[in-house]
Structures are given as structure tokens and as C-alpha cells.
């Protein structure tokens, strides 16, 4: 199929698709399915423009239509700009064949060192979740249960500074500490405990560190937030009924607060999956992580439909842990993004 | 109570570790910028020095995509908070059908990694720019302020829908039974009281696009801003000159969140005096009848 048509039907798609709501509300209201003032008389012409103007500039133009076009893009051959239209610019599989099989011409069966990048991310960034859910819910619980009301404003102060720094400087820390000739290896030297410096960052533990380190704040808050709704009466109960705290936290507060942590989850493992910050100054040059390689594609190749394509891959695996998410812990959207 | 005192000192171990895990590397690297070591290094502290500052001044790329990042900002500001604000008010008028279909959309971005937002952004604005003739607009600056606008606008629309949850709709209602306009209704009632709103999504969104990266990166085309260069430099080596702009910032930071709460202080002190004043006036007048 020709990919010439592919943009004037991408761009029309979510017109009809608003405008379809549209005819659909109109009937029902004509058939008195729908009561009350409509759009315009309630809010008046200017404010009614102004709310629909800005909302289809930025729910069509800035989020739709980009990854629409993406997407497309994906699907198209990488052609020198004379040939885009011409007979040579059809649909096609093959960037997505590369990420699987690699180019034509090599002789390996599987792209290897993308397939293990891509599924080393994923596995790395459900890690990162789990540990920084376990380093930040007690910290949660403590703040949310425990601790008076100063303490509390003080801790959250302390929590939250470290993160006006940004997350290149973050990671430029971890390779401070954790480079050859960096802190660490100078502490460990000094004391004899290793008689050479060990490559920590080629070893890709430096990665990991900063990874870990890089979002820690976006889990504490959702966890946080959860757990302060607790009424104190529930552990109170289940202390006095003689459940040992274990129990406590397992049975009583985990499923209370389970729209937080998984709010925390979700947005650890997006972020964490799609770091280019930390890996770019954190990673030694064999070190595996998808989002460089998606950038390579982009401005060391110039291949743009393939890094479309490995861009796409990403995002539906996001999209697939998201619903996981959700389905693991029967919660709604609504309740993941609070 | 031995069992108590162990509970309390292993939190108090735990907090600790915690605390030292967010500022330790921190510290560190802000110890370095002061060093006159050339390699970023606490041991040995080889002397005092202030000539890291002095170089990190004096970096021209660094003051040019400083510029650029504070451009960006406040262009994201100006996209975002409009778009967050009609967003969170659409939310509730929409029609009742598409009401999570829509939100599925405007809450999408806060969900797709940055990457892919910047990758999506260039790619459409490429293409369009390009067909429409309006190729002026495919400039690194607005490429990236629209970039972060798509999921900025999404984090004011969630404050925004958060403050208006508790917004009584029956003020509205008074207003235009009263005779008011809807636009007498909206900017004498819905504004005001949106405020604080107005006031922590924009500094949020100014926040997030200033430290920004992973969208950036992509969308910012051949222009620089303050992280890219940042980026570039981090990758070519390690020198102090990185530690002392993260001294910088620390300190900016520092400086804006104690006058953020001195502001704030006085502020509840002073809506504490009106409280206790009218309290005395109205016990005044219970005491007269």
C-alpha cells in the first residue's frame, strides 16, 4: 500500500472521532436523553471557544497526532526525501524485522544485542520498582502513621530538595563515587580491602545505583499519600485483635493503599524504562540500555522509521505494564494518575 | 519497653541510612567543586578553590542554553497552564460516553516515557511545518516548549482538577442568579479561587521544564539548552566545573524554598490575625445584645 495516504487519514482520525461524540451527545440531547444547559449556554461564548480551542491544540496537536505520525512513520521505509511519495515509499514491516532479526545482510539468526538490551531494560526496570518500593515504604508508613505533624512538613522538605537538582547532575554524582578513579575506589584502595581499582561503572553497578536513585520521590509521594487516608483505628484494631506487624502491613495497610503503589509502581518503571540520563553517563560503552539505543537510531543512524519503530516497541510495553497494573490490582486510571 | 526502644532505634537506623542514601552523593560532588584537584575527588582535599565557579561563569554555551532553558520555561508556562486549566474544566462538561476515552488521552503523556514524546513531537512538527509552509516554526525552541507542554499541561490539569473537586458549584450558581455573565462568573469567582492553583502549576511547570532531559534532548533539534550542554559535558569527562553548577543550583533551590516558607509563614500569620479578629469583633457583638 502506498504510504502516500497514510497523513491526510492519520490527521483526520481524531476529528471524526470528536466529532462523532459530538453528533452522538446532539441526538441524545434531541431525544431528551440529556438535560440541563448545553455547552455554550453554561459557559457563556468566549469561555466555551477558549476551553475548546485550547483543549483540541493540546489533546490533537501536541499529544494525538505526534505519536500518531510516529507510529506511521514506523510502518515506512527510510528514503532520501526525492523518493518520499514515489512508488518506492510503501508500508512495511522491516523495521520491525531489524529489531528482531537485524539486518539483511548479517549472518547472525537473531539481533541479539538489541532483543537483550530491550528485555534487560524491562527486567532491570521491574527490579528498580520493586527495590524502590521497598526502600520507600517504610519511610511512607513511618511518615504517614507515625510521625507528628512537624516532623512530617520537615521530612517531606528534606525529601524533595535533592530532586530540584537535575537528573544529569544526579548521575553525574553516582560516577563521582563510582568511577576508576572516584571516591569509592580510592576508599577501597586506601584501606586495602582490593589491591586495583574495580570498574564499577563498567560493571554497570554505577548504572544501577543511579538508576535506582533517579525516582525514588515518585515513589514515596503516591505511597505516602495512600497510607496517610488510613484511619490509625484500623492497625489499632488488628494490633489489639493480636496480629503481629507483618500481618499489619500485608493484610491492613498494603491493600488500603494499593491506588498508591501502584501509582508509584507505574511511574517508576515508565521513567526508570525510559532513562536516557542515567544510562548515557552512568554506562560503561557495553553497557545495555534500550533508550540509547533508540537514540542512536535516531542521531547516530539518521534511520528515523526505525527508531519510530523501536520508540513504538517501548511505548507499548509501558502501556502493557500499565494495564498489567491495573488488572493485578483491579484499579481504574483514574485512580493510578491521582 | 526494651522491645520499644529497639523498634525506635532501628527506625531511627533506617531514617538515617535513608537520608544518607538522598544526600550522600550530593554532598559529595558539592565537596568537589570547592577542590583544586582537576579530577572530581574529595580525598585528598588537595586545597580551597573558588576557580571552578569562575570557569563554570565563563562557559558561553552553558549561559546560552541557560537562556534557552529559562525561553523554554516560560513559554511552557504560558502553553501549559491554559491547556491544563481548560483541560480540568472540559472534564466535567464533557459529554458523559467519552468522558474516560477522554481522559485516557489527556493523561496518556503523564504515562509515555519522555523519550517517545520527544521522538513524536519532532517527528509530526517535521512534517507539518513542513506541508503547511510554516517552517518557521520548526525551531529547536518551540519544538521543545511544545514537546514538554503535551505532559506539563497534563500535571496542571491533575492540580487544577484536585482544587476544583472541592469547588462548591453552588457560588456559580449564586453568581449567575444574581444576574452576573459567565464571564463575570469566571473571572470573579472560578479564578480567584483557583489561585494557589494557578500559582503551583505554574511553578511546577516552569520546574519541570527547566530540569527537563529526556524529552528535550530529542525536540531541541540544533539549539541547546542548560541540560543538553550539561549532557555533552558530563559525557566528555568529569571536571568540577559540573559539581559547582550543582552547588548553583542547590543553593538557588535552597534560597527559593526558605523564602518560599518565610512567604507562606507570614501569610498564615496573617490570615490567623483576621481570624482572631473577627472572632473578637463578633464576641463584641454577642456581648452588646
Known amino acids: 500500500m502506498l504510504a502516500s495516504v497514510g497523513h491526510p487519514f492519520v490527521i483526520a482520525l481524531p476529528f471524526v472521532v470528536a466529532a462523532m461524540f459530538w453528533y452522538i451527545a446532539r441526538r441524545e440531547r434531541a431525544l431528551g436523553l440529556i438535560q440541563g444547559p448545553t455547552f455554550f449556554q453554561r459557559n457563556g461564548t468566549a469561555i466555551g471557544v477558549f476551553l475548546l480551542v485550547a483543549v483540541m491544540f493540546w489533546a490533537v496537536f501536541l499529544i494525538v497526532l505526534p505519536q500518531l505520525f510516529m507510529v506511521e512513520l514506523s510502518f515506512r521505509p527510510k528514503l532520501p526525501p526525492s523518493a518520499t511519495g514515489g512508488p518506492r515509499d510503501v508500508y512495511t514491516l522491516q523495521n520491525y524485522h531489524y529489531f528482531l532479526f537485524g539486518s539483511p545482510t548479517s549472518s547472525a539468526e537473531w539481533n541479539v544485542v538489541h532483543i537483550k538490551a530491550f528485555f534487560l531494560t524491562i527486567f532491570a526496570s521491574i527490579m528498580v520498582t520493586l527495590g524502590n518500593f521497598a526502600l520507600c515504604y517504610p519511610i511512607a508508613f513511618y511518615m504517614a502513621q507515625v510521625a507528628g505533624a512537624a516532623r512530617v512538613r520537615f521530612l517531606l522538605l528534606l525529601l524533595i530538595t535533592p530532586y530540584w537538582v537535575n537528573e544529569i547532575l544526579r548521575a553525574f554524582a553516582f560516577r563521582v563515587i563510582f568511577s576508576t578513579s572516584g571516591i569509592l575506589n580510592k576508599i577501597l584502595l586506601g584501606s586495602g580491602v582490593i589491591a586495583d581499582p574495580i570498574d564499577f561503572l563498567g560493571l554497570d553497578i554505577g548504572m544501577y545505583a543511579g538508576l535506582g536513585y533517579a525516582y525514588l520521590l515518585l515513589m514515596v509521594f503516591p505511597l505516602y499519600n495512600a497510607v496517610e487516608n488510613l484511619p490509625k483505628s484500623q492497625i489499632e484494631a488488628a494490633r489489639d485483635l493480636g496480629a503481629p506487624w507483618w500481618h499489619i502491613h500485608l493484610f491492613v495497610v498494603m491493600p488500603f493503599a494499593k491506588p498508591g503503589i501502584a501509582s508509584g509502581c507505574t511511574l517508576v518503571f515508565m521513567l526508570t524504562s525510559g532513562a536516557l540520563a542515567a544510562p548515557m553517563v552512568l554506562g560503561g560503552p557495553r553497557s545495555l540500555w534500550f533508550t540509547p539505543i533508540v537514540y542512536d537510531r535516531f542521531y547516530q543512524a539518521f534511520h528515523w522509521p526505525q527508531g519510530s519503530a523501536y520508540a513504538f516497541i517501548l511505548l507499548l510495553t509501558c502501556v502493557a505494564f500499565v494495564m498489567a497494573v491495573m488488572r493485578i490490582g483491579k484499579l481504574s486510571l483514574g485512580e493510578i494518575t491521582r | ?289
Not at chain 2, 575527588?41 to 562557559?59: C, Q, S, V
Not at chain 2, 514538554?148 to 482544587?163: E, G, T, V
Open chain 2, 1 to 289: 519497653m526494651t522491645s520499644h526502644t529497639i523498634r525506635r532505634a532501628m527506625v531511627g537506623l533506617y531514617l538515617v541510612l535513608f537520608f544518607t542514601y538522598l544526600f550522600g552523593p550530593l554532598v559529595i560532588m558539592s565537596i568537589t567543586a570547592f577542590n583544586t584537584s582537576p579530577y572530581p575527588a574529595i580525598m585528598p582535599f588537595e586545597g580551597f578553590t573558588l576557580e571552578w565557579f569562575r570557569i563554570l561563569f565563563n562557559d558561553k554555551d552553558m549561559i546560552i542554553g541557560l537562556h534557552n532553558s529559562l525561553k523554554i520555561g516560560v513559554l511552557v508556562v504560558l502553553i501549559s497552564v491554559p491547556c491544563g486549566l481548560a483541560g480540568a474544566m472540559l472534564m466535567h462538561q464533557v459529554y458523559a460516553r467519552a468522558r474516560s476515552f477522554y481522559y485516557l488521552i489527556v493523561v496518556s503523556p503523564v504515562l509515555t516515557p519522555g523519550v517517545i514524546i520527544g521522538i513524536s513531537t519532532v517527528i509530526f512538527w517535521k512534517d507539518f511545518t513542513a506541508t503547511t509552509g510554516a517552517s518557521f516554526l520548526y525551531d529547536g525552541i518551540i519544538l521543545a516548549s511544545l514537546g514538554q507542554s503535551s505532559f506539563i499541561s497534563a500535571y496542571c490539569m491533575l492540580i487544577f482538577l484536585s482544587r476544583l473537586q472541592r469547588f462548591d458549584r453552588a457560588l456559580e450558581e449564586a453568581g449567575l442568579d444574581l444576574g452576573a455573565s459567565n464571564a463575570q462568573v469566571f473571572w470573579h469567582i472560578l479564578v480567584p479561587y483557583l489561585r494557589p492553583a494557578f500559582l503551583s502549576a505554574a511553578v511546577l511547570a516552569f520546574l519541570s521544564s527547566f530540569e527537563n532531559y529526556n524529552t528535550t534532548t530529542f525536540a531541541i533539534l540544533a539549539e541547546k539548552t542548560l541540560t543538553t550542554v550539561l549532557a555533552g559535558r558530563v559525557r566528555q569527562g568529569s571536571t568540577p566545573a559540573i559539581s559547582a553548577l550543582a552547588v548553583t543550583i542547590i543553593a538557588v533551590t535552597v534560597a527559593g524554598t526558605i523564602i518560599y516558607e518565610l512567604v507562606k509563614r507570614r501569610e498564615d500569620a496573617r490570615k490567623a490575625a483576621t481570624m482572631r479578629r473577627a472572632q473578637d469583633a463578633e464576641r463584641l457583638e454577642m456581648a452588646a445584645t
